[in-house]
């Protein structure tokens, strides 16, 4: 008979990940999920109809989805909308409209629902948005220009579209965090595929490592982009970027507290597991910085022709996870044998999140290319199960 193991009166066990399960829809784009409240989870995404869908969890259950329409966001295949949480229970969401690039903005606020506003704009890249005090939104976006535009909410009006200047890579978007009370720091891939970083309010550009090119979109099949994470209670912002040149393939971190110090996260990318004859066929990634300074990546790799899979030579999703404590010993990419669900479609892209700095869900979704179901992974606590021999029966 199995039963849970306890000591001194706590269950023995451990963070382990949850098989994937589907949550349904049709999922075209990123999904974006962001948690406005105790363990409360909102996401969104594209369908096929370019509408945005959302799926809300209450914590128990996941409501149906429903379907916030109006405006159509932009139909490339690496559009993801972009939602943050400026108040407990609030959410507000941004799309870009394809064909003239006008981001629209939507509000969630307990049972009030906003329809779309439209705050202009002609952006060449989806937004990243900050928030700080109760009520401040700053979004950010690559212009038809190449430079990086920011329009701010104040808590009153929008400032409207302000030049930042910059020459940013063509298929990338800016990546910005808040490092402390006021201050966002902003990172982007350039048109020659170095990285640059901007103190918002400087509008100085400043060049971060000379040795780290930024991805190739063209070329890898991946999401170029780098992606920033704030952590301003230690006055910090940890920053991630695929690298993919002369066949080297790494996932760096970059860490700036006032300067700046990189580490290679020695990810390949899962080809070592895939072999040197399959072909990347898709690769995103999301981190969580979680409590007690600590960070976790997660990485979803599809390849075309893994060992695992049929005879046809079809594509097969892996799944790795990295976890790291600053200041602990070195982590280790760990491949985590979860299986798609049959329904899951075409698997593209990737997004994770902890509602409490312990536990963390993970969802992806597909592209214009292949739809895909919103598919969840979990990493949480895990009683340890053990088996206690049932008494013969006389």
Known sequence: MPVAA????VPLGGFDWTG????????????????????????????????????????????????????ANASLYEARPECVVPAHGHIDC??????????????????????WENLGGSLASDPDCVTQKAERIDCFARGEDGAMWQNSFTG??????????GDIAEGTKPACALRSAGKIECLVVWDDKGLRHMSVGS??????????????????????????????????????VPVADEGRRALMY????????????????????????????????DCVVRANMRFDCMEVATWRGYKGTAADGGPAVRFRHYAYALGGPPAQWRNVPLTMPVQAGNVSFLKCLSVDGERMDCFTGGNWLGNSTLNQASFVHQERIVFKPMRPVR
Not at 204 to 212: G, L, R
Request: aromatic share 14%; proline share 4%.
């Open 6 to 9: 306890w000591a001194d009166g």
């Open 20 to 71: 994937w399960v589907s949550q349904g829809g049709v999922a075209v784009s990123a999904p974006e999920c962001v948690s406005a409240h105790d363990k409360r989870i909102d996401c969104f995404t594209r369908g096929q109809d370019g509408q945005l869908w959302r799926r809300a969890f209450d914590g128990s259950v996941w409501m149906p989805w429903t379907k916030a329409a109006g405006v």
């Open 94 to 115: 941004f799309v870009r409209r394809h064909g003239d690039g006008a981001m629209f903005r939507r509000t969630w606020a307990g049972a009030y629902v906003h329809s």
């Open 156 to 165: 009153d009006a929008w400032t409207g579209w302000v030049s930042r200047g």
């Open 203 to 240: 509008d100085d550009w400043d060049e971060v490592d000379d040795d780290i090119a930024a991805a190739s979109p063209s070329s890898e099949n991946l999401v170029p982009s780098p992606k920033c994470y704030g952590a301003p209670d230690d006055a910090r912002v940890d920053c991630f």
């Open 254 to 285: 970059l860490r700036y507290d006032g300067s700046w110090t990189t580490d290679d996260l020695s990810s390949d990318f899962g080809r070592e597991a895939a072999g040197a004859d399959r072909e990347l066929a898709q690769y995103d990634f």
